[in-house]
Nanobody
Framework: QVQLVESGGGLVQAGGSLRLSCAASGSIFSISGMGWYRQVPGKQRELVAVINSGGTTAYADFVKGRFTISRDSAKKTVYLQMNNLKPEDTAVYYC?????????????WGQGTQVTVSS
C-alpha cells in the first residue's frame, strides 16, 4: 500500500507565500522522481515542477523564479515553496511520485491540496 499525502495549502493574498509538503508512506522504495502538478476546474492537469533522485529540478515557465521544489529522500518527502503567488496560481495541487513497489515500478498521486490566491 502506498499513500501520498499533501499539506500546506490554503488561502492567501496575491504576493504571499505558501509551502506545500508531500510525504510518501507505505512500501514504496527507490523513488526516482517526485513532482507537483496542478489543476483547475474544466482544465487539464499541468506540470508545475519535478525533481529527480539526484536533485535535478525542472519547472514550468509560469513558475520559474517564484517556486522552488526540493526533497528529502530519506523521509520520502517533496516540498514546493511558492513565493509571490498570483491569482492565476489558484488550483488544486497534486503530488506525484515514481518508485518501486513489491519489486515493480509504480506511479502514484496524492489527493490534492487547494491553493487559493485572492486579488
Amino acid at each position: 500500500q502506498v499513500q501520498l499525502v499533501e499539506s500546506g495549502g490554503g488561502l492567501v493574498q496575491a504576493g504571499g507565500s505558501l509551502r506545500l509538503s508531500c510525504a510518501a508512506s507505505g512500501s514504496i522504495f527507490s523513488i526516482s522522481g517526485m513532482g507537483w502538478y496542478r489543476q483547475v476546474p474544466g482544465k487539464q492537469r499541468e506540470l508545475v515542477a519535478v525533481i529527480n533522485s539526484g536533485g535535478t529540478t525542472a519547472y514550468a515557465d509560469f513558475v520559474k523564479g517564484r517556486f522552488t521544489i526540493s526533497r528529502d529522500s530519506a523521509k520520502k518527502t517533496v516540498y514546493l515553496q511558492m513565493n509571490n503567488l498570483k491569482p492565476e496560481d489558484t488550483a488544486v495541487y497534486y503530488c506525484n511520485a515514481d518508485g518501486m513497489v513489491l519489486g515493480r515500478y509504480g506511479n502514484f498521486w496524492g489527493q490534492g491540496t487547494q491553493v487559493t490566491v485572492s486579488s
